[in-house]
Nanobody, 126 residues
Framework: QVQLAESGGGLKQAGDSLRLSCAAS????????MGWFRQAPGKEREFVAA????????YYQDSVKGRFTISRDSAKNMVYLQMNSLKPEDTAVYYC???????????????????WGQGTQVTVSS
């Protein structure tokens, strides 16, 4: 089992920056991909970004490319999401996720991940 715990959410204004953190514990050596998803009220959970744990290859949703950066600190079992130039449409609950699946073709699908954190709220006002 892998346990994930997000932190760093909050209330920001448009144009601000925010960094989310995800602490992983348990059988972290078994994970192949770590990702971030978000879910706004009334909407489905959507892929934001992901990073492979062995090669540090990153993937992003088009709407966050150039604004968000995913990174990992393997020594600390941490994954981060640096969010710059925040927009009101970035408002959502952000979830950290992990998977031990090797099929990265599905990296953008929530069903690809088998471990989830409890989520942290990010609110961006205009």
């Amino acid at each position: 089992q892998v346990q994930l715990a997000e932190s760093g959410g909050g209330l920001k204004q448009a144009g601000d920056s925010l960094r989310l953190s995800c602490a992983a514990s348990g059988r972290t050596f078994s994970t192949y991909v770590m990702g971030w998803f978000r879910q706004a009220p009334g909407k489905e959970r959507e892929f934001v970004a992901a990073v492979t744990t062995t090669t540090s290859i990153t993937y992003y949703q088009d709407s966050v490319k150039g604004r968000f950066t995913i990174s990992r600190d393997s020594a600390k079992n941490m994954v981060y999401l640096q969010m710059n130039s925040l927009k009101p449409e970035d408002t959502a609950v952000y979830y950290c996720a992990a998977t031990n699946s090797l099929n990265i073709l599905n990296i953008h699908l929530a069903s690809y991940y088998n471990y989830w954190g409890q989520g942290t709220q990010v609110t961006v006002s205009s």
